[in-house]
T-cell receptor, first 112, second 116 residues
Framework: GEDVEQSLFLSVREGDSSVINCTYT??????LYWYKQEPGAGLQLLTY?????DMKQDQRLTVLLNKKDKHLSLRIADTQTGDSAIYFCAESYSGGYQKVTFGIGTKLQVIP | DVKVTQSSRYLVKRTGEKVFLECVQD?????MFWYRQDPGLGLRLIYFSYDVKMKEKGDIPEGYSVSREKKERFSLILESASTNQTSMYLCASIEARSGRGTYEQYFGPGTRLTVT
């Protein structure tokens, strides 16, 4: 079955880059996502990547996908205190009812 | 903007009570989901629905049921609440665009349920 793994916690200093890592097991995954959850709120989609891509850049965010190792990462450049949140890695595939499998979430703490 | 609303942000119920959590989306999405979120466990899918009156069990359906009488509304029901159902409950919806796009889920703000 599908499984998505990520570390629980990451702490960085303001202005540094943050790298959040994720591994997944389902080789049929078609889309991989990063969601952000701010305190007291639901999840919001940050960015996504198709499984046939290696990299996607969107302003301060860079997503890298290593399909061979089933490894996904999210890099946040110039991390700000407003980036403090829980980041969820997720995967889905193009069959079925669009079921999305989420990781447990990585809590990013940005130290001023 | 897509909006997913949940009936309550905070709810306190007693063990054995019947609990209804309501979720409404305003974008005519076909698919709706209920998750619970617990520290260290992430999001776990309870039930989902791909059409009115249709439902599918997720990964942890035990102790829960759902109802989808109208396309915009998806209800989660705890028939007899127990303390191990204390959790954050998140509703989400998604447009069914199989093979033609991404599956961005739009989430509600969550309901923090405490069962005492």
């Amino acid at each position: 079955g599908e499984d998505v793994e990520q570390s629980l916690f990451l702490s960085v200093r303001e202005g540094d880059s943050s790298v959040i890592n994720c591994t997944y097991t389902d080789s049929s995954s078609t889309y991989l996502y990063w969601y952000k959850q701010e305190p007291g709120a639901g999840l919001q989609l940050l960015t996504y990547i198709f499984s046939n891509m290696d990299m996607k850049q969107d302003q301060r965010l860079t997503v890298l996908l290593n399909k061979k190792d089933k490894h996904l990462s999210l890099r946040i450049a110039d991390t700000q205190t407003g980036d403090s949140a829980i980041y969820f890695c997720a995967e889905s595939y193009s069959g079925g009812y669009q079921k999305v499998t989420f990781g447990i979430g990585t809590k990013l703490q940005v130290i001023p | 903007d897509v909006k997913v609303t949940q009936s309550s942000r905070y709810l306190v119920k007693r063990t054995g009570e019947k609990v209804f959590l309501e979720c409404v989306q305003d974008m005519d999405h076909e698919n709706m989901f209920w998750y619970r979120q617990d520290p260290g466990l992430g999001l776990r899918l309870i039930y989902f629905s791909y059409d009115v009156k249709m439902k599918e069990k997720g990964d942890i359906p035990e102790g829960y049921s759902v109802s989808r009488e109208k396309k915009e509304r998806f209800s989660l029901i705890l028939e007899s609440a127990s303390t191990n159902q204390t959790s954050m409950y998140l509703c989400a919806s998604i447009e069914a665009r199989s093979g033609r796009g991404t599956y961005e889920q739009y989430f509600g703000p969550g309901t923090r349920l405490t069962v005492t």
